[in-house]
């Protein structure tokens, strides 16, 4: 337009080029407020994989306002007619033994522990690792023969392999993050479905594989475990003190009954966890545990009265 056209006849040119929103982008601009709640299996545009939706990932926070969560102690040393007695009630930390099951975090621990795990035992020899070949084997022209080089060669009969397999280093590094939350969330679930087991002591007087079997049948653990899928495969989780000769004696005698593990508080690990159906736990690895994975106890969710709070941090230290 120009200067000279009147101001009424701009103005109404205007207005018509001003089109409403197309409905693609008002399409767009809905599925992206939905995609906010859900979020979709794969970030490749493919009709196969995209058409499910998935719920996002729940965040770890604890399910309760509680800073701990209670569970049975049965008595270790209980006479042999008594079944699964109870000593007590153990108090668990929340933020360690009460959050969502994030299955993401629980396989990354099991790859990163499968790949470190993992070794080439055996590895082959390329053309230059193979002992000999270092003249030539016959004269570039006049023989009327291919061009060789070399008689360990992959082509040739003794000599090395194109592509050999190589020893190496399988193992994925994880953020110590990743690991303690995948570990939390492994305990978490352990005291969700109700396999965890709270003991006083893990301890016996001699290395006696019959009478760890006896105390381990006597808390309700059907054992031994069967590569059929019979009877309860199982963790006992001690203190760190390697000192303590009872439960070095305990550790000794469940490594002749099939299916039953033991170790440290500081070496369980979020394999070990998923590849035993039922946890035991002693109080001094409880303890043990927590300091690991959380740090000091957690401040009381309760914010008033401020007396009350305060009676509840020093109870908890």
Known sequence: TTASQPAKSRMAMCAMSLKPAPRRLLRGLASSARSWAVRRPFQQRNARRDDAFEPRLAPLVPSTAEPHVQAWVSDWEAAAGQADARAGIALLRSDVWDLPLRPDLVHR????????????????????????????????????????????APQWRGGGVAFPRQRRDFAMSLPRRVVDAGTKVALSDKLRRSALLVVGRLALDEPKTSALLERLQRLGLSLPHTRAGGGHKVLLVGGDDRSDESQAAARLAAQNIPGVSMCLAKDVSVLKLVSHSVLLLSLDGLRDLESRLGGPAPFPRRTWPPSAVLREWQAAN
């Open 109 to 152: 621990c099991v790859v990163a522990q499968h790949a470190a795990l993992k070794q080439v035992h055996r590895a082959g020899k390329s053309r230059h690792e193979v002992r000999g070949g270092g003249r030539k084997p016959r004269p570039q022209k006049g023989t009327g023969k291919s061009r060789q080089g070399s008689i360990r």
